[in-house]
């Protein structure tokens, strides 16, 4: 797109709808994280069934073939069964990412360790900071396998505050931008 083209009263009207729906989206994401988690695990397991549904309806039109690809009933039968979770447990699910990055954190945090301690053999003078350092990326990542639905939810409520911000300011400048055109 080049900037000659560029209607800046076009994109002031759209850019005004998407800052409303940001704040709204923001609130909700805020007030209720747990919830919009929960709803956004359920979009997630739709959208793997109809993608298992989009798989299988290709596989069985070309089921006569020869030299058919069973390819495609393999990424149906995986969408499936994976959509199915997710529709069934999607507490599980949502709580699944942060402990797998708890859990790289922690493996981490016990090779910063290993290093603190190999700077305290050879006797370098910061070796306390490091092993401090270490320990405390340690114990985030062991809050993060434990609390891992808590420290989801903050994530969310951090990501819907961001939006809220994002919205608001965007309206803000909108607004700033018509007054300078009249």
């Given at each position: 797109?080049?900037?000659?083209?560029?209607?800046?009263?076009?994109?002031?009207?759209?850019?005004?709808?998407?800052?409303?729906?940001?704040?709204?989206?923001?609130?909700?994401?805020?007030?209720?994280?747990?919830?919009?988690?929960?709803?956004?695990?359920?979009?997630?397991?739709?959208?793997?069934?109809?993608?298992?549904?989009?798989?299988?309806?290709?596989?069985?039109?070309?089921?006569?073939?020869?030299?058919?690809?069973?390819?495609?009933?393999?990424?149906?039968?995986?969408?499936?069964?994976?959509?199915?979770?997710?529709?069934?447990?999607?507490?599980?699910?949502?709580?699944?990412?942060?402990?797998?990055?708890?859990?790289?954190?922690?493996?981490?945090?016990?090779?910063?360790?290993?290093?603190?301690?190999?700077?305290?053999?050879?006797?370098?003078?910061?070796?306390?900071?490091?092993?401090?350092?270490?320990?405390?990326?340690?114990?985030?990542?062991?809050?993060?396998?434990?609390f891992s639905f808590s420290a989801m939810k903050a994530a969310v409520m951090v990501i819907g505050g961001i939006f809220v911000y994002n919205g608001v300011s965007n309206l803000w400048i909108e607004s700033s931008y018509r007054k300078m055109?009249?």
């Amino acid at each position: 797109m080049s900037f000659r083209n560029f209607s800046f009263e076009k994109y002031s009207k759209n850019n005004a709808l998407m800052s409303v729906v940001m704040v709204v989206l923001g609130l909700a994401l805020f007030i209720w994280p747990g919830k919009t988690l929960d709803v956004l695990a359920h979009i997630l397991g739709i959208a793997l069934l109809l993608s298992a549904a989009i798989s299988g309806v290709s596989w069985y039109r070309d089921r006569h073939r020869a030299g058919m690809n069973y390819g495609p009933l393999a990424v149906a039968l995986m969408c499936v069964v994976m959509g199915l979770v997710v529709l069934f447990a999607p507490r599980g699910i949502i709580t699944l990412l942060p402990k797998l990055i708890g859990i790289a954190i922690i493996i981490n945090g016990l090779i910063n360790l290993a290093q603190a301690l190999e700077l305290r053999k050879a006797s370098v003078g910061n070796w306390t900071s490091s092993l401090v350092v270490a320990a405390l990326t340690v114990a985030l990542g062991i809050f993060l396998v434990v609390f891992s639905f808590s420290a989801m939810k903050a994530a969310v409520m951090v990501i819907g505050g961001i939006f809220v911000y994002n919205g608001v300011s965007n309206l803000w400048i909108e607004s700033s931008y018509r007054k300078m055109d009249k």
